[in-house]
């Protein structure tokens, strides 16, 4: 643009120079042939403006249409990490999984479809009602007092397995300790209870989580209820990555999901699912499984790499195994390594690790060896479903 601008005037004063700074019309001179060779002169410099000015609008029009067009997840393959192309089994063998190193673009794996996440929709509840009711670190916030028919939900809820805590009508809980709850043993009736708490029915606050989707890009995500025990709550990994980095930007969120274990009024200690907590730099999130989810995990590790301290944030949904949330565990454990770049001469097997985190090797119908948490029995007392 600016030489298109610029040569005319330099052409003025071309001819301004030319007739001795005056620029009105002179009388007609005899000799012409000196005018016509001018004339060409200024022809020959309007072509180049006219193909300089071509080649800059086609250059501009090709950037803008390249940062306009609309652009898929990127796939590592395609990008690589940290700019470098990773190996192929950075990801899962099952399932599907995606990841965001640093602050990059969050890069998906193989395999991205709309699945049930299970309790991994519980970082979007948790989300929202931080949201609307925002608490600094180290506040309770204010209080909830369950119900009647609080009860009534959670031994229903009991009854189809779900995962739940014990409550008791006229319990109180503060907000702090009802987003422990939600987030640590994975109750389902605390979810139930924040949402109406919240947007004063589950339906309405449904709505909300699938407009704060919306928003955020999340064009792969459909919530049905708070907890993501309904099937019908479905999302991609890579859509997940998108929550979990900002809801992992709330200290609040951050903070609880960082905690082992909590106290409540009636349930007394519950303790995280999440057993790789404080391992291997795993600072969150939140484990998920139900039969038709699979294993799932959001998760958020903090690693060396390349002498930098890197945050890693991902999500691994539809793993298999008969222990669901050691599968999900165990293959966010190992994309983690591999994507940190840990020296091994070969990757551990799926046993392997899960024994690393207090799995211990179990035969399974197969025959095959297969996880189970040390714990199975107490957890099962606590909460006899998926969580």
């Known amino acids: ?23 009105h019309r002179e009388p007609a001179r005899p000799a012409t042939r000196p005018i016509r060779i001018r004339w060409i002169r200024v022809a020959g410099l309007l072509v180049v403006v006219a193909a300089i000015a071509a080649l800059g609008h086609q250059l501009l029009a090709s950037s803008s249409s390249t940062a306009e067009s609309p652009v898929d997840v990127p796939r590592l393959e395609d990008r690589g990490v940290l700019g470098e192309a990773p190996p192929s089994t950075v990801w899962p063998a099952d399932g599907q999984a995606a990841v965001q190193v640093g602050q990059s673009q969050v890069q998906a794996g193989p395999n991205q479809h709309p699945a049930p996440i299970a309790s991994v929709a519980k970082v979007m509840t948790a989300y929202l009602v931080l949201g609307d009711h925002p608490l600094a670190p180290g506040q309770d916030g204010p209080t909830i007092t369950l119900t009647d028919a609080d009860v009534a939900d959670t031994d229903r809820r009991r009854r189809q397995q779900e995962s739940v805590v014990p409550i008791a009508a006229g319990e109180q809980l503060t907000e ?71 809801a ?72 298999p195994g008969d222990n669901q949330i050691a599968a999900g565990l165990a293959a966010a454990d190992a994309m983690v390594d591999r994507i940190a770049g840990r020296a091994r001469r070969q990757v551990r ?7 690393r985190h207090g799995f211990p090797r179990l035969p399974s119908a197969s025959g095959e060896p297969t996880g189970a948490p040390r714990s199975a029995q107490a957890a099962r007392s606590r909460a006899r479903s998926p969580t």
């Open 1 to 23: 643009m600016s030489l298109a601008y610029r040569k005319p005037h330099t052409c003025w004063q071309h001819h301004a120079a030319l007739n001795g700074g005056v620029t």
């Open 176 to 246: 702090r300790q009802a987003l422990q709850a939600l987030l640590l043993p994975s109750a389902n009736n605390i979810a139930a209870v924040l949402a109406r708490w919240d947007a004063g029915s589950a339906d309405r606050f449904v709505a909300r989580m699938n407009a704060t989707a919306r928003s955020l890009g999340m064009t792969h995500t459909r919530y049905t209820d708070p907890s993501g025990y309904d099937d019908a709550t479905v999302s991609t990994a890579a859509d997940q990555v998108r929550i979990v980095d900002r």
């Open 248 to 319: 992992m930007r709330l200290p609040m969120f951050a903070s609880i999901v960082a905690t082992p274990s909590a106290t409540l009024p009636v349930a007394g200690t519950v303790h995280n699912t999440n057993t790789l907590l404080g391992h291997d730099g795993f600072v969150g999130v939140k484990t998920g499984s139900t039969a038709a989810a699979g294993g799932c995990f959001a998760f958020r590790a903090i690693r060396g790499i390349d002498g930098k301290r890197t945050t890693i944030t991902g999500v691994v949904l539809g793993q």
């Open 349 to 355: 097997a799926m046993p392997d690790l899960r024994e």
